[in-house]
């Protein structure tokens, strides 16, 4: 899921944990990329920031 997590209430401590993960493994993905010459740093920065922001704030249009 590349937009976000949808969240509910019943596990509200354990959001920021699961998003933290989340852009953890995304960021490994990405610098694997990197390192293996497949993808530029710059590249892959501005992957990540709509990883972990913009593609959730397009979708849910905030």
């Given at each position: 899921?590349?937009?976000g997590f949808n969240d509910d209430t019943r596990a509200f401590c354990s959001i920021p944990a699961r998003h933290d993960v989340a852009r953890?493994?995304?960021c490994a993905f990405l610098a694997r990329l990197v390192a293996?010459?497949?993808m530029d740093e710059d590249e892959a920065a501005e992957l990540a920031v709509?990883?972990?922001y913009r593609l959730a704030k397009?979708?849910?249009k905030l």
């Open positions: 899921n590349t937009v953890r493994i995304d293996e010459h497949r709509d990883l972990a397009n979708a849910y």
